[in-house]
């Protein structure tokens, strides 16, 4: 249980974490999650997952490198979520010619259409871990029946205060199961060499 002293730091650090603090982060470019290109792991299950009219939200999205793979593969209903209007604006220009994506500057918390797909990309890592189970309860319903969370987490702690905010496999088998069928949860095999032994791969279906 959090003493008093701990309750008022996580609500410091829930409070921090809002549409100015990530566009700040943009604005300065502090943007160490970034690297620059898709996600090998990501692009790999993309390849393989067949459905190429299916609704697909990527919250946080960033600088949307898997949109790009989704284009090449002739997907055609593709979606961006951001809280940043600095990175949404770039991100618009950069698909100004691709119909088949739509960019949204919003709050995650706040967006309520259904999707097959959500792909997960250093979205949950940048949330105060208080959100966690708000996190696993919105995307469950913002799921449509037998939809997929597919993505990577963090399979270490980190020794600043965050973010990112890191977790365990026990974790996150416990946070997500009640909601979802593990499919795949399991070390990355392809991750980026920086992270290399410390991301799971997650395929999670809707109970």
């Known amino acids: 249980m959090l003493n008093k002293d701990e309750h008022i730091k996580e609500a410091n650090s829930d409070c921090c974490l809002d549409q100015n603090y990530w566009e700040q982060r943009w604005k ?15 692009a790999e299950y993309i390849k393989q997952y067949t459905k190429k009219d299916a609704q697909i939200l990527i919250p946080g999205c960033g600088s949307a490198y898997e949109a790009e793979v989704l284009l090449s593969l002739s997907f055609t209903n593709i979606h961006l979520l951001d809280i940043s209007p600095k990175i949404v604006k770039t991100v618009q220009e950069k698909f100004t010619e691709s119909p088949q994506i739509k960019v949204i500057c919003g709050d995650y918390f706040n967006h309520h ?12 890592c940048a ?25 990577l987490l ?27 069928k593990i499919q795949t949860m399991e070390v990355c095999y392809n991750s980026i060499s920086p992270r290399l032994n410390s991301e799971l791969f997650i395929n999670l279906i809707k109970s």
């Open 28 to 42: 300065s470019g502090n943007t160490g999650w970034d690297i620059g290109h898709p996600s090998v792991a990501l």
């Open 127 to 151: 949330l105060s871990p208080s959100l966690r189970n708000k996190y696993v309860t919105h995307t469950y319903n913002i799921l449509k029946p037998e939809g997929r969370v597919i993505g």
């Open 154 to 180: 963090f399979n270490k702690q980190f020794d600043q205060s965050g973010p990112p905010y890191g977790g365990s496999e026990e974790e996150y088998r416990k946070l997500f199961s009640p909601y979802f």
């Open 113 to 124: 259409d259904l999707y097959d797909l959500i792909i997960e990309q250093t979205f949950f």
